[in-house]
């Protein structure tokens, strides 16, 4: 099949990347010109693992190209997805400008019978507003199907070739054997193929995202309680995710959490809510403790040196806001690192992938080193932000003989506290006895 990709950011280019991979024949198209040379000589322009090789693989086989020209996309693909960025406008909600200013150019470069997909997390009723702005121009008939997607930063490839579900959204039964056919590969059962109408698509992609937030926040609340009566939230996390009802996926408390997608999809979610007279008030908690709990480190390591951090020198490993990714929006890394050189502290940070993004944001606020070990040397105090393998294996003896003060507050607890605690570390973590 002909598939067109509008945009090759994140989303889309692991969309096109994947379809390619099944044998079709995939343009991408994109206005950044510098980022079309490169993807045509196949470089990755975001970190994901595995990306580059199939990427690679399918740009030599001739079977996934790029451009700067939409209407030769247009006019060549029976199946073209909107993978746009869908940013929080200034009162919460998906600004969709993007999306339909793009569908509007596009119906009028329509040439036969095409099929529009929203690849994009989009709000409910985003098909219609879409099919809308098509119909402006185009002198054929389309159909708009919701297709939203279910990828994981660092993780990505695997989840587009082997997913648990794929869900296409449209009432219209032609539209629906054409998407039908374009996934085949990918579904193993039928189980995994969900169809529904374009509404109920959209919002479950939202559900799900806000779903996951919750639950890790009320974990995050469980540990913060346990910091409070003594108990030891990796005992509590063992005997509730043992619940066939609860499961043990998305219970690890931590520092909250960031990305490009659970804090904007929850934040349009309210949105969409208010906009048809419902408070919902359960995600509006989840955002409040989210931010509380991206600085709870901070307030842990001033209550240990009693507020006085001006001349405190600070390492922090990790910037991204999860491990695997180099994208650091909404990371709690930041959120972190502000009041700490507020109040004087120098930082010093590292990051296996992120350091160039975060470049971008922290500018020189902050030291920036080539190894974690050099991150750790000479510090007052560490701050673990991201669970990056390479932390989780850090040799700890060595970590015991590198720091000024053998202090390390972990806000992914990815050491073991009696180990921490038998080389004379005062080790503070999420939820668990504090070892001094």
Same mark, same amino acid.
């Given at each position: 099949?002909?598939?067109?990709?509008?945009?090759?950011?994140?989303?889309?280019?692991?969309?096109?990347?994947?379809?390619?991979?099944?044998?079709?024949?995939?343009?991408?198209?994109?206005?950044?010109?510098?980022?079309?040379?490169?993807?045509?000589?196949?470089?990755?322009?975001?970190?994901?693992?595995?990306?580059? !090789?199939?990427?690679?693989?399918?740009? =030599? %086989?001739? #079977?996934?190209?790029?451009? $700067?020209?939409?209407? @030769?996309?247009?006019?060549?693909?029976?199946?073209?997805?909107?993978?746009?960025?869908?940013?929080?406008?200034?009162?919460?909600?998906?600004?969709?400008?993007?999306?339909?200013?793009?569908?509007?150019?596009?119906?009028?470069?329509?040439?036969?019978?095409?099929?529009?997909?929203?690849?994009?997390?989009?709000?409910?009723?985003?098909?219609?507003?879409?099919?809308?702005?098509?119909?402006?121009?185009?002198?054929?008939?389309?159909?708009?199907?919701?297709?939203?997607?279910?990828?994981?930063?660092?993780?990505?490839?695997?989840?587009?070739?082997?997913?648990?579900?794929?869900?296409?959204?449209?009432?219209?039964?032609?539209?629906?054997?054409?998407?039908?056919?374009?996934?085949?590969?990918?579904?193993?059962?039928?189980?995994?193929?969900?169809?529904?109408?374009?509404?109920?698509? !959209?919002?479950?992609?939202?559900?799900? =995202? %806000?779903? #996951?937030?919750?639950?890790? $926040?009320?974990?995050? @609340?469980?540990?913060?309680?346990?910091?409070?009566?003594?108990?030891?939230?990796?005992?509590?996390?063992?005997?509730?995710?043992?619940?066939?009802?609860?499961?043990?996926?998305?219970?690890?408390?931590?520092?909250?959490?960031?990305?490009?997608?659970?804090?904007?999809?929850?934040?349009?979610?309210?949105?969409?809510?208010?906009?048809?007279?419902?408070?919902?008030?359960?995600?509006?908690?989840?955002?409040?403790?989210?931010?509380?709990?991206?600085?709870?480190?901070?307030?842990?390591?001033?209550?240990?040196?009693?507020?006085?951090?001006?001349?405190?020198?600070?390492?922090?490993?990790?910037?991204?806001?999860?491990?695997?990714?180099?994208?650091?929006?909404?990371?709690?890394?930041?959120?972190?690192?502000?009041?700490?050189?507020?109040?004087?502290?120098?930082?010093?940070?590292?990051?296996?992938?992120?350091?160039?993004?975060?470049?971008?944001?922290?500018?020189?606020?902050?030291?920036?080193?080539?190894?974690?070990?050099?991150?750790?040397?000479?510090?007052?105090?560490?701050?673990?932000?991201?669970?990056?393998?390479?932390?989780?294996?850090?040799?700890?003896?060595?970590?015991?003989?590198?720091?000024?003060?053998?202090?390390?507050?972990?806000?992914?607890?990815?050491?073991?506290?009696?180990?921490?605690?038998?080389?004379?570390?005062?080790?503070?973590?999420?939820?668990?006895?504090?070892?001094?």
């Amino acid at each position: 099949m002909n598939v067109a990709i509008i945009g090759t950011g994140y989303v889309g280019l692991v969309s096109g990347t994947c379809f390619a991979e099944t044998g079709n024949n995939v343009i991408c198209v994109d206005i950044d010109e510098e980022k079309v040379r490169k993807l045509t000589a196949g470089e990755v322009i975001i970190f994901e693992p595995g990306l580059d !090789e199939v990427l690679a693989r399918n740009v =030599n %086989a001739g #079977l996934i190209s790029f451009t $700067t020209n939409l209407k @030769e996309a247009v006019e060549f693909a029976d199946v073209i997805f909107l993978a746009l960025p869908t940013p929080p406008d200034e009162d919460g909600s998906a600004d969709l400008s993007y999306i339909l200013n793009s569908a509007n150019e596009i119906g009028g470069l329509i040439n036969n019978y095409k099929v529009i997909v929203d690849k994009s997390t989009v709000p409910v009723g985003t098909s219609k507003l879409v099919r809308h702005e098509l119909l402006k121009k185009s002198k054929f008939p389309v159909s708009v199907v919701s297709n939203p997607e279910f990828l994981r930063e660092g993780s990505a490839v695997n989840d587009f070739l082997f997913p648990e579900r794929v869900i296409i959204g449209t009432n219209d039964d032609k539209a629906a054997a054409m998407m039908v056919e374009l996934y085949k590969p990918f579904i193993k059962n039928d189980s995994q193929l969900l169809l529904m109408d374009e509404k109920s698509a !959209e919002l479950t992609k939202y559900a799900a =995202n %806000a779903f #996951l937030a919750t639950k890790i $926040t009320f974990m995050n @609340e469980i540990a913060n309680l346990c910091d409070r009566v003594g108990a030891n939230v990796e005992s509590v996390k063992l005997g509730i995710g043992s619940d066939s009802r609860i499961g043990s996926k998305f219970l690890n408390p931590g520092i909250g959490f960031g990305g490009s997608c659970f804090p904007k999809d929850i934040q349009a979610l309210v949105k969409k809510a208010e906009e048809n007279s419902y408070n919902f008030r359960i995600l509006n908690s989840v955002i409040e403790v989210n931010e509380h709990q991206k600085v709870v480190l901070v307030t842990k390591l001033k209550r240990y040196f009693e507020s006085k951090l001006e001349g405190l020198r600070i390492g922090i490993w990790g910037l991204s806001f999860k491990p695997n990714t180099d994208d650091i929006r909404m990371a709690s890394s930041l959120k972190i690192i502000d009041p700490l050189v507020t109040k004087g502290a120098f930082v010093k940070v590292y990051d296996p992938v992120a350091m160039n993004n975060a470049k971008h944001i922290l500018g020189d606020k902050v030291a920036y080193m080539q190894t974690a070990q050099e991150a750790a040397t000479d510090v007052d105090a560490l701050i673990i932000a991201t669970e990056w393998e390479e932390f989780c294996n850090f040799d700890i003896k060595l970590l015991s003989q590198i720091m000024k003060n053998n202090v390390v507050f972990d806000g992914r607890n990815i050491f073991d506290p009696k180990e921490m605690g038998k080389l004379g570390f005062h080790y503070e973590s999420i939820g668990r006895p504090l070892i001094k």
